[in-house]
């Protein structure tokens, strides 16, 4: 423990000369051991946002999940994500772009004009080429839920992915349901061309309901599950 600390206070003082990449397995390395003190994560995220620019998408990525692990946020850190997210959608791997929406949805960070640039991209290619499997798609689409974005190609692309899945995750199957629910609230007249079927709809209640603390942390509404699932 005492060498990381005092390897975070040298790479505190050489923030501006490190490679992009180097930031996010430094914090990395970090959040995974638990250590890391908020002026260390603090300084590490005003220097990442000074060069944002200089980031491919993988490495403001992979260095926002390493802010994740370890439970800091930092606004202008996130919202330079979005922006590389939505300048860079066809450009970045779709995992990546998958994980970087996660991330955004964990804290409701969301940016102008990034349902389109994902959606249109995603609904392509990644989800119809396989590029992305069912249980990713469908996270991708639970993430534009909970950031209140729509995009009817996406959830449609994603529903026709999930019906050729032989077999789905519980955490899948659970955010299918709630992404369900949402379309339903807020997104019924568009939603009604390509609504799941009843049958599958019970099906998925039921599997929602005997995983009442799978998505406990992840919801972004119980009051809204509780309100329309009936």
Known sequence: ?????????????????????????????????????????????????????????????????????????????????ARSLRANAKHAAPKDVVLGLA????????????????????AGAPIKDGLLNAEEACSAAWAFCVLELHHDGL???????????PVQASRTLCQLYEIHLALKAFRRSAYSEYELEDDTVRSLREHYRKHPAFLKKERSSERLQADISE
């Open 155 to 165: 959830f449609r692309a994603v529903f026709r992915a999930l019906e050729d899945a």
């Open 1 to 81: 423990r005492s060498f990381f600390n005092s390897a975070s206070a040298e790479m505190s003082l050489r923030l501006m000369d490190m490679a992009p990449a180097d930031f996010a397995r430094f914090a990395n390395a970090l959040a995974s051991l638990a250590i890391g003190s908020t002026k260390f994560f603090s300084s590490v995220a005003r220097a990442a946002v000074a060069r944002a620019d200089r980031f491919a998408p993988a490495e403001l990525v992979s260095l926002v999940q390493a802010f994740d692990e370890a439970q800091w946020f930092h606004a202008p850190l996130y919202d330079s994500l």
């Open 103 to 122: 991330s955004l949805a964990k804290y409701g960070v969301r940016g102008d004009g990034l349902d389109r640039a994902i959606g249109d991209h995603l």
